[in-house]
């Protein structure tokens, strides 16, 4: 039930120079191995089309190599999220406008945004089969990423929901019924609910988590649906109980003439106390409540038994005053208290890599491990290590390798090489050692060490825990060097610029 949401394999499709329109099977068949060593039993992927409608099989094609040749290598089932990457480049509201057209295909309330979509997701589906174990339709649609947190309306969030439902599971044609026993199994889970809800607390226009979903369950699509069929158009309830959302949504709803500013003040304190004072049990008794609540609205709507899909949950270790520690704590908080939960189908951590920014403050370090990457031309503004090679895999990776029973059946990877030795630099004609220090003792020997300058042919050492070089100088100049460090688990990388000047010794040395 233990899964990950992973990088998209969209993102690295032509990011090899030599091979612009092809898979990046490097960095997808390590991406792949290194889920296996975690123990991951599921991955979240999205699926993405830019453009016209001219280039969808192309676009999608981009995922074939990880659905049909990755995932299935490494025992991983993938819950696939169509979402607004399906429209890539569009504003999200599109899919919210209400209308009256009625379709001849899907019916009414169906407009040209929501038939291209329904279009685009029939097509991933039917392309797929049941080589995608489930699909998550929309993410976090009660607050969008837009000015005021906007929301989808409810209404329509149903509306697609439904007519998506129908279409896989009553298909209307010869060819479609035909793969009845696919269409019967596919799982399609609404949606992945915000804690925080739409707006602004407290303004005009706020909805709750809770209120979201009982407009959802009592909007016409669900109800009509329900009177036919006998149960609601889901397979499952997305929800995202992020602790800091749950925290933000704890201010007493009132009217706004009589929230006083006092009450306000005592929020914002209390707040700022939680960010200041970061406490992993904490967050999971806040999230444990919410579920709790969350699931009394389940039974108020008529659908008691729905199970969670907690399709995201994680923890950014660059956030205010967390750190990596923490995020372990967290995850095995998680582990215990949250995914044992009989009303939880599955639980998938956000996420695998860290992404853009990398630093500052709005720095995103979520990842369990954390891939290399520069701001540049590469899809999503930011290019990572060709072959998807880790720096750095932190505590919480091998927490999640301990609860899921990975740690006990298969070798340790490294966690991190640390390169030192030099920090002034270096001078022509002297000789330059250089040393390497793996982390965690524990790791499984023995490793290969591959040191690279520049565009040089690599120097290959195998060994133990530590490695070392020494390198002599026949010109000044800046030098870039490249370690990986790698045993039958995986590998981890580290780079480092050597400055080398000029020799200040008369007569010239000879190189040695």
């Not at 503004?381 to 999640?400: E, M, N, Q, S, T």
Request: aromatic share 10%; glycine share 8%; charged share 20%.
């Amino acid at each position: 039930m233990y899964g990950m949401v992973i990088r998209d394999p969209w993102y690295d499709f032509g990011s090899i120079p030599a091979a612009p329109n092809a898979p990046n099977y490097a960095a997808q068949d390590l991406m792949g191995a290194m889920l296996e060593q975690l123990g991951v039993q599921w991955v979240r992927m999205e699926f993405h089309i830019e453009g016209s409608d001219l280039t969808i099989a192309e676009q999608i094609a981009r995922n074939d190599y990880f659905i049909y040749e990755v995932a299935p290598r490494h025992n991983l089932k993938i819950l696939g999220l169509l979402g607004y990457g399906l429209v890539r480049g569009q504003d999200p509201r599109i899919l919210g406008q209400v209308s009256f057209e009625v379709d001849p295909q899907y019916g009414p309330g169906i407009d040209q945004a929501k038939r291209i979509w329904l279009d685009r997701a029939q097509f991933v589906i039917n392309r797929y089969g049941d080589a995608v174990a489930a699909y998550q339709v929309l993410n976090e649609p009660n607050r969008l990423a837009t000015e005021w947190n906007a929301a989808l309306p409810p209404s329509e969030v149903a509306r697609l929901q439904t007519v998506l439902y129908r279409a896989v599971r009553h298909p209307t044609t010869a060819n479609d019924s035909n793969d009845a026993a696919w269409r019967s199994t596919v799982q399609l889970v609404l949606s992945g609910i915000q804690p925080a809800g739409s707006g602004q607390i407290n303004q005009f226009g706020h909805l709750s988590d809770a209120d979201y979903i009982r407009r959802l369950y009592t909007a016409a699509p669900f109800q009509d649906y329900f009177a036919e069929h006998g149960r609601f158009p889901l397979d499952g309830l997305g929800y995202h109980p992020y602790p800091l959302e749950v925290y933000r949504s704890t201010i007493p709803i009132t009217a706004p003439d009589t929230l006083t500013s006092a009450m306000i003040a005592t929020y914002e304190q209390d707040l700022q106390q939680i960010l200041a004072t970061p406490d992993p049990q904490r967050d999971i008794a806040i999230i444990t409540q919410r579920l709790d609540s969350i699931r009394a609205v389940l039974e108020e709507v008529g659908d008691p038994v729905q199970p969670f899909w907690i399709t995201e949950l994680g923890f950014n270790v660059a956030y205010g005053n967390q750190d990596a520690t923490m995020q372990a704590a967290f995850m095995q908080g998680l582990a215990s208290q949250i995914a044992p939960r009989p009303d939880v189908a599955r639980v998938f951590w956000f996420k695998y890599e860290d992404f853009p920014p990398a630093d500052g403050p709005d720095a995103q370090q979520w990842g369990v491990v954390r891939i290399p990457f520069e701001p540049g031309g590469c899809a999503g503004g930011a290019c990572y290590d060709i072959a998807g090679r880790p720096a750095l895999l932190r505590p919480a990776f091998f927490v999640y390798r301990e609860q899921s029973g990975a740690a006990a059946r298969l070798p340790e990877p490294p966690a991190q090489v640390t390169i030192w030795g030099e920090p002034g630099g270096a001078l022509v004609y002297e000789p330059t050692t250089l040393y390497a220090t793996v982390e965690r003792t524990s790791v499984a020997q023995p490793i290969t060490y591959t040191w690279q300058i520049n565009d040089e042919p690599p120097i290959v050492h195998t060994g133990g825990l530590t490695d070392s070089l020494t390198l002599h100088w026949s010109r000044p100049g800046t030098y870039h060097l490249t370690l990986e460090a790698r045993n039958t688990s995986g590998p981890v990388i580290s780079s480092r610029v050597l400055r080398v000047y000029p020799c200040r010794c008369w007569p010239p040395l000879r190189r040695v």
